[in-house]
C-alpha cells in the first residue's frame, strides 16, 4: 500500500514503490485533464488545489484483500478531519480487472458502509478501465465518465457532496452535460488525453 502523492525519484527507490508512484501520478494527470479539465465534476478542482485528496494504491490482488484495504481506509477517513483529508482514491491496480467483478464489489462496499456504521457520513463511489453503462456499447464514448486509469473506490464524505450541491443546485443535471462532453470529444479526443494507465503490474510472486 501506498499513500503518498509524491514520486520517489531516489536511488534507493524499489521496483514497487516506482510502480505505487506511478499509479498515483496516472490519477493525478487523469483528475487534472479530464476530471477537472472536462469539468465532469465541478467539486473536484477545490479539494485538489487544496491537497485534501488522499491517493492509496492497494496492493491487493483479490476481493478480499481489497475488502481489508477499504475497511482501513473508511475508518481513517472518518476519524481524520475533512480540512486534512476531504476524499480519498484508493486505486487496485492489480485485482479486478474485470469490470463486472468489480461492479459487484461495490455491493460489499456498500454492506460495509452500513457495518461500520457509517451510513450517512461516508459513501462510495467507483470508477474502472472498462466502466460499461446498461444498454451502451463498450466503445461508447459515454462510458468514460466514469472510467479511470485503474480500478478505484472513492470514499467521499455526505457532508461534502451536501454542501457541493448547495453550491450547484443543478447537480442532478452534471450526468448528462457529462455526456454531452465527451459526445461532443468523441473517442479519438479522449484517446488525445492521455489518461490511461502508464504503470506495469507487479505480478503475484
Not at 463498450?138 to 466514469?146: L, Q, R
Request: proline share 4%.
Amino acid at each position: 500500500m501506498s499513500d503518498q502523492a509524491a514520486h520517489p525519484t531516489s536511488a534507493s527507490t524499489t521496483p514497487l514503490q516506482a510502480r505505487d508512484a506511478q499509479v498515483v501520478a496516472d490519477m493525478e494527470r487523469w483528475l487534472e485533464r479530464a476530471v477537472i479539465g472536462l469539468n465532469l465534476c465541478p467539486f473536484a478542482k477545490g479539494v485538489h488545489v487544496k491537497g485534501q485528496i488522499h491517493y492509496v494504491v492497494s496492493h491487493a490482488q483479490d476481493a478480499r484483500s481489497l475488502a481489508e484495504d477499504l475497511h482501513r481506509e473508511l475508518e481513517a477517513l472518518a476519524e481524520i478531519s475533512p480540512e486534512k483529508r476531504d476524499t480519498t482514491l484508493l486505486m487496485a491496480p492489480d485485482c479486478l480487472d474485470n469490470f463486472l467483478d468489480f461492479n459487484d464489489f461495490q455491493e460489499l462496499a456498500d454492506d460495509m458502509i452500513d457495518a461500520l456504521d457509517l451510513g450517512g457520513i461516508l459513501q462510495v463511489a467507483s470508477f474502472h478501465p472498462q466502466f460499461q453503462f446498461d444498454g451502451t456499447d463498450i466503445d461508447d464514448v459515454s462510458n468514460c465518465t466514469n472510467r479511470a486509469p485503474y480500478p478505484t473506490l472513492h470514499l467521499l464524505r455526505e457532508e461534502s457532496i451536501d454542501r457541493a450541491v448547495e453550491v450547484f443546485p443543478e447537480a442532478e443535471e452534471i450526468f448528462e452535460r457529462n455526456i454531452e462532453v465527451l459526445e461532443k470529444l468523441g473517442t479519438q479526443g479522449w484517446k488525445d488525453l492521455d489518461v490511461g494507465a502508464h504503470a506495469g503490474k507487479v505480478k503475484k510472486a
